[in-house]
């Protein structure tokens, strides 16, 4: 990235030519902040309740005011850091952000990929949380200026906009090696006993940067007011931080539940609508070579912000809404294509194992001069500070011999001589798994040996892996959670039903995938394997495996609901299929039945 300074003109007092888009500062306006002897400084702060015990009491005249004033302070000497991004051109970054930026706890996220062990399928997907960061940084400053201009009656100020900005950029620093492997797959694995999440670790990290980093001071220069707005910092990228005051009616102590709507620009919890999602979209699709079909610049001249039921969303306009479903199906088209790639899933099984044995003899000083596994440093920020992807290479490269089996899965990855997939299917309806239940299946699997099979194989021989694909709230349609407004009254909150867009659109929104690999990777054992895995389907009555008649077309038929007919296909529409008797149907015509049916 590029880096440039540009100066912009200081705004020494608020004088009536002092103008802006939302409005200007009137005669009698100047009069009342000059009788008060208010100067620019001052001004910087100031609120509604300040204006009105001034003698301002026209609530619009207030709103407007203050408006007038926050575009005028924009008018300052800060000198603004231009980045030049692959995805969003030349971004100006206000330097406090850019202050947080050059920390080694900010830059630590150079040294993460941001799709993990995709990389080492996809050799376009080199870019890192680094990046990404940033991206969202400046998305998240997009949107709350969008916002701000189209509606100076919501008194966003600038402490508004530089925290939703810094609660963009420092979504991420929570991350571990390889990104969401390490708390979806090895944490789960070494500390079962707690429910840890990289958002957690991002609110810690948060804390140890302005803590080390001595940036209160800086921050307070730039007009935060602390401690309240570092709480609302953390807030928007974790939820309520008071786990008491969760169930409460409004949860946050950041801002007021008239600015409810800032919550919903880095992590929206209402709908998954934000702007993390509409960089990593974007950074995404341009270095793993798939279309994005998603614009967030439309959104973004259509948000507004409505009203309903005492709250203030986020809302777009009604037209939009076929647009909100096509961004929901590029976010599953992403995890079908890339992020749950069966051999991206793999390498990332096989990266976690390696770490798993290599846990107990890695250790990372942290704080105080104190030592820590790799599944231990999430518990020190210090430590955490120094665990990045380069521990893959650490352990590859290590001269202990106490690394030797890690070193062994990992030199097969770079071999490539990985563990090989023998079918996926889908379960009947969704299922709660934990550990000990696919350490169970992996037994199950293996006892599934079919009748004439000769190759005799282990549970520990088998690997198998469960993903959630959705869109984004479980089995619940998102779009159910969005606000529309209609161009005849842009401030009535709507909602749109699925039937009211297209008969075409999804029936379902989550499904589970189930996916066995075999460790044995000589072609006789796969064969073997994958006639295991389908007499398992069939034992678990589990979905047919796409090519379960090729891998054991001598099983397949023992099922009858796996069993289709060739002639079963209503094209023309010349007939369809009843059921008979439970199990058995017979082929109709529906007009000629129509016209056999008795008077």
């Not at 969401?180 to 429910?195: A, L, Q, T």
């Not at 079919?450 to 959630?468: A, N, R």
């Not at 069939?538 to 047919?544: A, D, G, P, Q």
Request: charged residues 25%.
């Amino acid at each position: 990235m590029e880096g440039g300074k540009r100066t912009r003109e200081e705004m020494d007092c608020v004088t009536p030519e002092k103008r802006s888009r939302g409005g200007e500062i009137n005669s009698r306006q100047q009069h009342e902040l000059r009788e008060n002897n208010l100067r620019a400084m001052e001004l910087r702060n100031l609120t509604d309740v300040q204006l009105q015990k001034l003698g301002i009491e026209s609530l619009e005249s207030r709103q407007q005011l203050l408006h007038c004033l926050q575009k005028c302070w924009q008018f300052s000497n800060e000198p603004m850091k231009v980045f030049n991004d692959p995805i969003h051109g030349h971004i100006e970054l206000h330097p406090l952000l850019v202050c947080i930026i050059d920390t080694p706890q900010f830059q630590r996220l150079r040294h993460i990929k941001q799709l993990g062990g995709t990389y080492l399928v996809f050799p376009g997907a080199s870019h890192n949380r680094f990046e990404h960061s940033v991206g969202v940084g400046y998305l998240a400053g997009c949107l709350v200026r969008a916002l701000n201009e189209r509606q100076p009656e919501l008194l966003i100020n600038k402490q508004d906009i530089l925290c939703v900005q810094i609660a963009g950029l420092c979504h991420d620093l929570g991350h571990g090696p390889f990104s969401h492997m390490f708390d979806g797959m090895f944490i789960p694995k070494v500390r079962s006993e707690m429910n840890w999440k990289h958002e957690t670790a991002s609110v810690q990290m948060f804390d140890h940067l302005v803590k080390v980093n001595n940036l209160e001071p800086v921050m307070e220069k730039y007009g935060l007011s602390l401690p309240g707005d570092l709480i609302f910092i953390k807030e928007q990228i974790a939820g309520p931080l008071d786990s008491i005051a969760a169930g409460s009616k409004w949860p946050y102590k950041g801002r007021p539940e008239e600015k409810s709507f800032l919550y919903e620009i880095v992590a929206n919890k209402r709908n998954g609508i934000d702007v993390d999602k509409w960089d990593y979209f974007a950074r995404d699709c341009y270095h793993l070579g798939i279309q994005n079909n998603f614009d967030y610049h439309r959104f973004l001249k259509f948000a507004r912000v409505c009203e309903v039921k005492g709250k203030k969303h986020i809302c777009t306009r009604d037209k939009e809404v076929g647009d909100l479903y096509d961004m929901f199906h590029t976010r599953n088209c992403l995890h079908r294509r890339a992020y749950q790639h069966k051999v991206g899933n793999i390498i990332e099984v096989m990266i976690t194992e390696a770490l798993v044995k290599a846990d107990p003899h890695i250790q990372i000083r942290g704080s105080s001069g104190k030592m820590y596994r790799i599944s231990e440093a999430i518990e020190d920020m210090e430590a955490y500070t120094k665990l990045t992807d380069h521990v893959f290479e650490q352990i590859l490269y290590s001269s202990n011999p106490e690394l030797s089996e890690a070193q062994a899965i990992l030199q097969n990855i770079i071999c490539r001589r990985l563990y090989k997939c023998v079918g996926q299917t889908t379960p009947e309806s969704q299922l709660n798994v934990s550990q000990e239940m696919l350490l169970e299946w992996s037994n199950e699997v293996a006892k599934s040996k079919p009748h004439g099979t000769e190759v005799d194989l282990q549970p520990e021989d088998f690997v198998v892996s469960v993903i959630y694909m959705d869109y984004g709230m479980k089995d619940k349609n998102p779009i159910n959670s969005v606000h529309f407004y209609c161009k005849n009254d842009p401030n009535k909150a709507i909602k749109i039903r699925k039937n009211q867009v297209s008969k075409l659109l999804p029936e379902r929104f989550a499904e589970q995938l189930i996916r066995v690999y075999c460790k044995k990777t000589d072609e006789r054992s796969l064969e073997a394997a994958k006639k295991y895995f389908v007499q398992w389907c069939m034992n678990r009555n589990f979905s047919k495996p796409q090519d379960g008649d090729v891998t054991a077309p001598e099983l397949t038929p023992l099922k009858r609901d796996w069993q289709t007919d060739d002639d079963d296909s209503d094209e023309g529409g010349r007939g369809s299929r009843l059921p008979v008797n439970g199990e058995q149907s017979v082929k109709t015509n529906l007009f000629n039945a129509q016209k056999a049916k008795p008077s």
